[in-house]
């Protein structure tokens, strides 16, 4: 970690500073915010922009660079109250001494107000903690801002009164208060990559922006301990959550308020620490209404309304483990039972009760009822708390062997990568179960073998197992079906399917594993749009379960969704459904689901042609399922990771472990997408003949096994590669496929096949209607290629504009290199200048307009434009606006230059 934080996440802050002060009507701003939350950095920042000190550090600084300010600093401390003006001495001139007061104001006001004289303009005065500065120099600062020759720049910590003139003239509307808030989770992420110098996981970064409450001070302190704890670190070059933070924080007091508090409301905060979230009528009855009032004033408690029940929460998380630290063994003890006691007092029916009884009776005694423990555990299930499952689960199991205990101890250990524990649990559970929990059970194994250490024979012996001793199942035959159309045989699933029969009209475990498993085969075999109504009725059956003994989390159905999404062509659909379930997600986190949304996120940034953005992700998702022990989801991960680098041009360390997954031939794990990876591996290194073979070999096998989608997919890179032939065997292939993703494959295709440019440019407009950027430029680049090629009068103009667009599309792309892009050249490329007055002409301002924005004169920017013209081969604006409207993401950015 860096000595010094970095400062990242406040540029809407700093651009609200540069407003005021630029303002003629403002004479200062006010910034207040809870302690840890950079008040104080903020200032630093804008004051080192208004100086030049130092390097320019992002836009709003840059913004500033060229217009340096008399700037002057001022820390008031608790000592400097007891002497009058003696924070203030700063602002004298050089050596000056005044002995009065007087004297001290005169000689600021008449050196400020010189300084104003020769055109200056006026003094930034930062007064750091502003409410310790003693009652004169009060005085003296509204002086200064009355005769408008400073600008006060001061910092307040949330909850202190603000100084009698600030208040006043905020009154007024001359100060501008501006509360510094924590950061989001976006932001909090951003800053802790910067401080690591290095990725972070959004698990990691989630559960270190809950500890921290999004304080950055606090997420650095949490991120300490993590580290020193071990329960953070780097697994392939991206820091990852090994262990929950629930603890790490134990004894490090983030805010002095908690020590201060009365006992009853100290006494109450404890509770909560130990037992929250509460319901509002289960609080001791000794709690008035007064203290949750005070301690809800004071930003320590929330009330929140979940499953229609008012519940009471500790308001920041990070302070559970500082209070739980303060609490003895005995007292913890009394305080658990004793909420016990109160809810069993009202009935303990109500969702969620069974689970808050079973963790606090062990929590205080170190067991409880078996079938408590269990009910606990599947009702933490419910939620989504996978490490209170695994612990209700094995605290169940100590009372004697049991079926149930054991696949929810199995699954909640699998999350947490410990495979060879869970599949001994498992192994047992499933020797000792009954007839009827025989095949709960072997779901669970079979899906901890496969995922876990890959071994596909037996994940498929375990299903067979079950139905030799329990008879045939759904269930089974779903997962059987999953298992086998994972590994690319898309045939055999879809027979696992063929004897099931379900009614769609009631929620049940077995309808939503049948519902995954049908839409996985409708994926394979290019019926994505069949595939979205079926994780849609999947999703919301999922939803409705009580017992997901068997199905687990619906979180499962919704990345599905997103995947069909993706399929079918709708792009930010696909990652709008990623995007809502995600967050959802995140607070209560499935660590291997946290993968595979992230490998369905890199899959959509790839389509997209966001190179950088998808080498990120699928680095993420490889990071995070190393960590967790997944294999399978690691090398899917992988392999898109290497992908990535490769459409980039460039073949990573990575590529060699890939090598050697292709060369193995582990049928668990070399699908099409690990041969696609590996045979634009061999392209980048000059391999192409043997790339392509590899390409039409793997497409080949595809489609033998059913899974036409990845054979389409397969013959799409020969087509962009410039295989006419397989862009032949895709345009046959593709007319009985769903959704606008295949027809615009289709129409690719017979582009390529037929050579024909005006098909290619069509293609390219149905590419960039869905989203796929480097798809459209590279249709565009083969166009201009065949027009140059067929010379012609009209040809080279169109030539120009194709190639101009093509250029422009891949300024989206993120450094994209792909085969198809290799005829486009720079020279043709507009300048950034050019692009700008381009922009601006396509969007119907005039070249005097244009002139004045730019400051320049009218005659450059008509000579501007000339070279715009003769470079992207039109002849008009109207022209240049059919070029620049398919190639620009929004209006706003046209008018910014």
Not at 740 to 767: G, I, N
Request: proline share 4%.
């Amino acid at each position: 970690m860096h000595a010094r934080p970095p400062f990242v996440g406040r540029d809407a802050e700093l651009v609200e500073l540069d407003r005021a002060l630029r303002a003629s009507t403002c004479v200062g701003v006010v910034v207040t915010g809870a302690g840890g939350i950079g008040r104080s950095r903020l200032v630093e920042e804008f004051l080192a922009g208004l100086t030049g000190e130092g390097a320019p550090g992002g836009s709003a600084r840059a913004a500033r660079a060229d217009r340096a300010r008399h700037v002057v600093r001022v820390r008031a401390t608790r000592a400097s109250t007891s002497v009058a003006l003696s924070a203030l001495t700063p602002l004298l001139p050089g050596g000056a001494r005044p002995e009065t007061p007087g004297a001290f104001f005169a000689l600021v006001r008449e050196h400020l107000a010189a300084r104003r004289a020769v055109g200056e303009r006026r003094t930034v005065v930062a007064v750091d903690d502003v409410h310790l500065l003693d009652a004169t120099s009060s005085a003296l600062l509204a002086l200064l801002l009355a005769e408008e020759v400073a600008f006060v720049l001061a910092t307040l910590p949330d909850g202190v009164d603000w100084p009698d003139p600030l208040r006043a003239w905020w009154r007024r509307g001359a100060v501008r208060h501006l509360p510094l808030l924590a950061l989001d989770p976006e932001r909090a992420r951003a800053l802790l990559a910067a401080a690591l110098d290095a990725p972070i996981a959004s698990l990691a970064a989630r559960a270190l922006w809950t500890a921290g409450h999004g304080n950055p001070l606090h997420m650095r302190e949490a991120l300490r301990a993590a580290i020193a704890d071990d329960r953070i670190g780097p697994a392939h070059g991206v820091w990852c959550l090994k262990r929950s933070l629930a603890d790490t924080l134990d004894g490090v007091s983030f805010d002095a308020r908690i020590d201060r508090l009365p006992p009853d409301r100290r006494a109450l905060l404890e509770l909560l620490a130990l037992c929250g979230p509460i319901g509002l009528r289960d609080v001791p009855a000794e709690t008035t209404p007064e203290v949750l009032a005070d301690l809800e004033e004071r930003r320590l408690l929330d009330l929140r309304r979940h499953d229609r029940r008012e519940r009471l929460a500790l308001a920041q998380p990070a302070h559970g483990p500082v209070l739980r630290a303060g609490v003895g063994r005995l007292r913890a003890r009394a305080l658990l039972l004793g909420q016990v006691a109160r809810v069993r007092a009202h009935g303990a029916h109500r969702v969620g009760d069974h689970l808050d009884l079973a963790r606090w009776e062990l929590a205080a005694t170190g067991t409880a009822d078996p079938e408590l423990l269990l009910r606990g555990a599947e009702e933490a299930l419910g939620r989504g708390d996978v490490d209170t499952m695994c612990r209700l689960a094995r605290a169940a199991l100590r009372h004697g062997p049991n079926a149930r205990a054991g696949v929810l101890l199995g699954e909640a250990l699998g999350q947490r990568g410990a495979f060879a524990e869970g599949i001994t649990v498992l192994e047992e559970a499933f020797a000792a179960a009954g007839r009827a929990e025989v095949h709960s059970v072997a779901l669970t194994l079979a899906v901890q073998h496969f995922y876990g250490p890959g071994d596909l024979p037996r994940a498929l012996a375990v299903l067979r197992e079950a139905e030799r001793l329990a008879g045939p199942s759904p269930v089974v035959s779903a997962w059987t079906s999953i298992i086998l159309g994972a590994t690319g045989r898309v045939e055999q699933a879809r027979a696992a399917l063929a004897a099931v029969a379900l009614a769609e009209d009631r929620a049940t475990p077995e309808l939503v594993l049948y519902l995954q498993a049908r839409l996985r085969v409708e994926l394979a075999s290019s019926r994505p749009l069949d595939a979205i109504r079926t994780a849609r009725t999947a999703h919301a059956a999922h939803r409705e379960l009580t017992d997901r003994t068997e199905v687990f989390y619906p979180a499962r159905s919704a990345y599905l969704l997103a995947w069909a999404l993706l399929e079918a062509g709708p792009l930010d659909d696909a990652e709008r459904v990623l995007a809502e379930n995600l967050d959802e997600l995140l607070r209560a986190p499935v660590p291997a689901l946290v993968v595979w949304f992230g490998w369905v996120h890199g899959r959509i940034a790839l389509e997209r042609g966001r190179v950088r953005q998808a080498a990120s992700l699928f680095a993420e998702a490889r990071a995070q399922a190393h960590v967790q022990g997944h294999g399978f989801a690691e090398h899917r991960a992988l392999a898109g990771l290497v992908l990535a680098h490769a459409y980039a041009g460039h073949v990573g360390p990575e590529a060699a472990r890939l090598a050697d997954t292709v060369a193995a031939a582990d049928p668990a794990l070399c699908g099409w997408d690990t041969l696609r990876a590996h045979a634009w591996v061999l392209r980048c290194r000059g391999h192409a003949d043997e790339a392509h073979a590899l390409l039409r070999d793997a497409a080949g096998t595809a489609r033998l096994r059913g899974d036409s989608t990845g054979a389409r997919v397969l013959e799409h890179d020969l087509v962009r590669w410039g295989d006419r032939a397989a862009a032949r065997r895709l345009a046959a292939l593709t007319d009985e496929a769903q959704g606008t993703h295949a027809a615009a494959r289709t129409a690719h295709a017979r582009a390529v096949a037929d050579a024909d440019p005006v098909a290619l440019d069509a293609a390219s407009d149905a590419w960039a209607a869905l989203g796929a950027t480097l798809l459209a430029a590279e249709c565009l680049a083969e166009a201009a290629r065949l027009r140059r090629a067929a010379h012609g009068p009209n040809r080279e103009a169109a030539a120009r504009r194709a190639h101009a667009r093509a250029l422009l599309l891949t300024t989206r792309c993120e450094g994209a290199a792909t085969p198809g892009l290799v005829s486009l050249s720079a020279a043709g490329a507009l300048s950034a200048r050019e692009h700008q007055i381009a922009l601006m002409a396509a969007d119907g301002y005039t070249s005097r307009e244009i002139a004045g924005h730019c400051g320049l004169s009218i005659r450059t920017v008509d000579n501007t434009l000339g070279r715009a013209y003769r470079k992207t081969g039109v002849r008009d604006r109207h022209g240049l606006r059919s070029i620049l409207a398919t190639t620009t993401e929004a209006p706003d950015e046209r008018a910014a230059g």
